[in-house]
């Protein structure tokens, strides 16, 4: 460890490794973060900053490796643990108790009480706005929460920190849902709080932020640690490359296929706050990836062509024809399928058997006269599952009982089996192993090469640059880029979905 | 390949293995079904060798008569529940439906008009509570006990508190009528029948399967192209439909139309199809078990009836009886996992090192 301060640290992680089932999400990371200081997390999405940060909350607990609190190993067991010693996790999205005057947010659980216990509202509320001022804010500590913008409720999460005496404050991503103003005042008051000797751990995407507010950075790839330095040692070039660096492989088993017709015709697709003006089309044959950080709209937008959600103006044509907004059963009907971003709650119904799953989405075409054979559904589910060589162990049993990744083939295979004419994939390959990975990528590859259109929203960058034949990147609901797949480089769709200059693309 | 045998355990660790067919027989045991119809045997023959007068021919009639409007009523609660929902208002759409009944028969309407009126009007009650439910997105509990009361309510604004009691006697007399020869009312034939085509529509036809999908996660229904909402609405419209035809048979079958018939039959109907093994969370349960939770339950009732128990004891064994059935699923499972979690890995094996 070649830790960039040499004072000893207020928190060091070392070596923590969590792995979810065959997932190993965080591998053997270790860094320090020091009084007065704060330090950055980089990495793309999915390269574990997450994990890093529920493990410091107390959420997860390490299967190998430990925390150290001021020299003393601590495991916190929960988040009422991680609070206790000294741990204070600012979310994004703080999650307040919208009818309470925010004085009791502040001291929920550990009210001042006066005398017969009674809640000293007076006493209570003057402790609020002595924490206000030193954090150098002014929020009247007796309104309701409810109301609260986002910024201010992430100040009370602070003071709600300072009250418990934290000395380890993580934020992750604070900013993303904050304009410029807010995010400067969020500044100045992370300042104040390392001058007072706390330690700050800040997760951004935003370079500007990182390289004008931090003193440390840490970069992690893949769930592994790849360095720690000082910020004022490193360029912007240099981070990305290392969050992105690594070779595109040849898990990427692409077909080349002289694309055909316009199949899917998005047009001024806008949803207020979420999307806005996104254009696009899908060509026969042809692999489109979506690609951006987490929260640009991505997946918002493939539910809204879909039909799961509405939107306020733009249409959706399949094959020319138009496509009737909020109706799934319209979109499928009209031959798109969608496979959804969270297999556990929208893919599969994990409670019914592989079976029953597996025939979820064409129970009609099954059905003969009306009814349903029990056989009939038995050979078209086994039919599928070995089409897609899904392991499973019997078709009865619950889906909940197979692996991540046969999981995912399941949800392919019973979107297959409905024949569409427009797969869009949501974040494929998350969380499954890398063989499957690269079973559903030939899967992919090889709809393409039958004629499917394919549309494809993806977080990981060698998926997005191994698979597509084009590029599009969003950036907070509109697409900022399109690039050709033989112009995409890790760098160019980094620089898009982040909206830095490319200075080096 | 290591990757292709990673399934979870199995759900049931087996014990010393087990023979195909006996492994069968063991699951077929183990259901709640299984449970509930031995249930109904074992009470059968304990009230025919304690009760007098149980294992009679009359009393097996009145049996039948008193099952077929809880019977009737269980069958849309049953794909209600199936989904995750409740309709806590049949009780009072029969009631309302009893007392619309009473009042246009004293204004002079035939009664081949007033029966479809009244199943009509069964099911724009049982719309009201769909279009609150799926249109403006409540639970289900709240909007039927609110209409729960409201409908109860509307009953006596209709009819007071006069029975109307002057129907044909050819009417009143078809609704206890028995197959000849037998003890077996035609009303409970037609029930069964009715029955039968519940149990297609949830067990064999598409819609049908779709509700549990919907019961067991509504979101991945909708992934699924499945219309949620629409489903549920129908669902409701047939609660209240066969709600208000209980609502003829109740009213025919005691010849008396009043505005407070069928008062608390809710809590007998939902009693019965969560003893019949459908759960209260949604997305499982078979109507047959239901089917056999209301013969339970009424031959439980009855023969506590005939043994002289207070009515009000009668209400405590059914509420006790919806509450068990409720917990002791529940305690199952609970019970299994806590049995099978030394077996299945409190220790999780040591990961080959994968540090950098």
Redo the contacts between chains.
């Keep these: 460890m070649s830790g960039p301060a040499a004072a000893s640290p207020l928190l060091h992680l070392r ?1 923590v ?1 969590k ?1 979810f ?2 997932v ?1 999400a965080v ?2 990371v270790s860094f320090a973060l020091h009084a007065g200081r704060v330090h950055a997390l980089a990495g793309e999405n999915g390269a574990g900053k997450s994990t890093v940060v529920k493990m410091l909350a107390g959420v997860h607990r390490p ?2 490796g430990g925390l150290e609190l001021e020299g003393r190993p601590i495991s916190p067991d929960g988040p009422a643990a991680a609070q206790a010693a000294g741990i204070a996790v600012i979310h994004q999205e703080p999650t307040l108790f919208p009818d309470l005057p925010v004085a009791e947010n502040i001291f929920m659980g550990r009210q001042p009480t006066g005398r017969f216990g009674r809640i000293d509202r007076g006493a209570m509320n003057e402790a609020a706005g002595r924490l206000f001022a030193r954090l150098g804010v002014a929020i009247d500590p007796d309104r309701q929460a409810r109301g609260l913008s986002i910024a201010d409720q992430q100040l009370v999460e602070i003071a709600k920190a300072l009250s418990r005496r934290a000395k380890v404050f993580v934020m992750d991503e604070p900013t993303a849902a904050l304009s410029g103003v807010e995010a400067t005042r969020l500044f100045a008051v992370i300042r104040g709080l390392t001058e007072r000797g706390a330690a700050v751990l800040f997760i951004s995407h935003r370079f500007d932020e990182i390289f004008s507010l931090c003193d440390d950075i840490t970069v992690m790839r893949d769930g ?2 790849v360095s720690t330095d000082r910020v004022a040692d490193v360029t912007v070039d240099t981070v990305v490359r290392r969050m992105v660096g690594r070779e595109v492989s040849a898990l990427f088993p692409k077909q080349d296929v002289e694309p055909g017709d316009v199949v899917l015709d998005v047009r001024g697709l806008t949803r207020t706050g979420v999307f806005e003006d996104v254009s696009l089309t899908v060509r026969r044959g042809e692999i489109v990836a979506l690609a951006g950080l987490v929260g640009a709209g991505r997946s918002e937008v493939v539910r809204a062509v879909f039909g ?1 959600d509405r939107y306020e103006s733009g249409d959706v044509r399949v094959g020319g024809r138009l496509l009737p907004p909020g ?3 319209a ?2 009907a009209q031959g798109i399928a ?1 496979v ?1 971003e969270d297999r556990r ?8 058997s592989v079976e ?1 799953n597996a025939t ?2 064409r ?2 075409p ?2 003969r006269f ?4 029990g056989r009939g559904e038995r050979r078209a589910a086994t039919d599928l599952a070995r089409r897609l060589h899904v ?3 019997g078709l009865g ?2 889906v ?4 991540g ?2 999981q995912q083939k399941l949800v392919l295979a ?1 979107w297959l089996a409905t024949s569409p004419q427009v797969l869009i994939l949501d974040e494929p390959t998350r969380g499954i ?4 990975k690269a079973e559903v990528h030939r899967i992919m590859s090889g709809l393409a090469a039958e004629d499917m259109a394919v549309l494809m929203v993806s977080s990981e960058l060698p998926e997005v640059l191994g698979m597509a034949d084009r590029v599009l990147v969003m950036r907070e609901g509109r697409i900022t880029a399109e690039l050709p797949g033989s112009r995409a480089t890790e760098e160019s769709v980094m620089f898009a979905a982040t909206g830095q200059p490319g200075a080096g693309a | 390949m290591a990757h292709d045998t990673l399934y979870a355990q199995p759900q049931e660790p087996q014990g010393p293995a087990p023979g195909r067919g006996g492994g069968r027989l063991a699951a077929v045991l183990r259901r709640w079904d299984t449970t509930v119809v031995l249930g109904l045997i074992a009470v059968v023959v304990g009230a025919a060798l304690l009760v007098d007068g149980f294992a009679t021919g009359r009393n097996a009639e009145f049996l039948l008569l008193d099952a077929v409007a809880i019977g009737l009523v269980a069958l849309p609660m049953t794909l209600i529940v199936v989904t995750g929902e409740i309709d806590l208002s049949v009780a009072s759409t029969l009631g309302l439906c009893s007392a619309v009944m009473g009042q246009l028969w004293l204004s002079g309407w035939p009664l081949e008009l007033i029966v479809p009126a009244a199943v009509a009007l069964g099911a724009v009650l049982g719309a009201v509570n769909g279009l609150f439910v799926t249109g403006f997105g409540l639970p289900s509990l709240a909007v039927t006990i609110g209409t729960l009361a409201a409908y109860r309510g509307l009953a006596f604004v209709v009819l007071g508190d006069q029975a109307v009691a002057d129907f044909p006697g050819e009417w009143t007399d078809a609704a206890v009528g028995t197959v000849p020869g037998g003890a077996l009312p035609w009303a409970m034939v037609g029930t069964a029948l009715l029955a039968v085509v519940f149990g297609i529509l949830l067990h064999a036809t598409p819609p049908g399967r779709e509700l549990y999908a919907i019961g067991s996660n509504a979101e991945a229904a909708r992934f699924s192209g499945i219309a949620v909402a629409r489903r549920k609405f129908w669902l409701f419209v047939a609660s209240g439909a066969v709600s208000g035809l209980a609502g003829v048979y109740w009213t025919l079958r005691y010849a008396s139309a009043r505005a407070d018939n069928g008062e608390g039959l809710e809590l007998a109907v939902v009693a019965a199809v969560l003893l019949g093994g459908v759960s209260i969370f949604g997305g499982r349960g078979t109507l047959a078990g239901v089917c056999a939770g209301v013969l339970l339950l009424g031959t439980l009732r009855n023969a506590l009836q005939l043994a002289d128990v207070p009515s009000d004891t009668l209400d405590i064994v059914t509420g006790s009886l919806l509450i068990a059935s409720v917990v002791v699923p529940n305690a199952v499972v609970l019970l299994r996992a806590r049995l099978g979690r030394p077996r299945s890995g409190s220790a999780p094996p040591p990961r080959p090192g994968n540090a950098p």
């Design positions: 070596d490794a792995s089932g065959p190993a591998k053997g299967d190998s592994a640690w799961i109706s799934p059963a979109a499928m969608l959804p709650q929208q893919g599969l119904v994990m409670e019914l029953r979820l989405t129970l009609r099954l059905a009306g009814l349903l054979s392991r499973h162990g049993d619950a909940g009982t197979l692996s990744g046969n019973k192993d890398v063989g499957t």
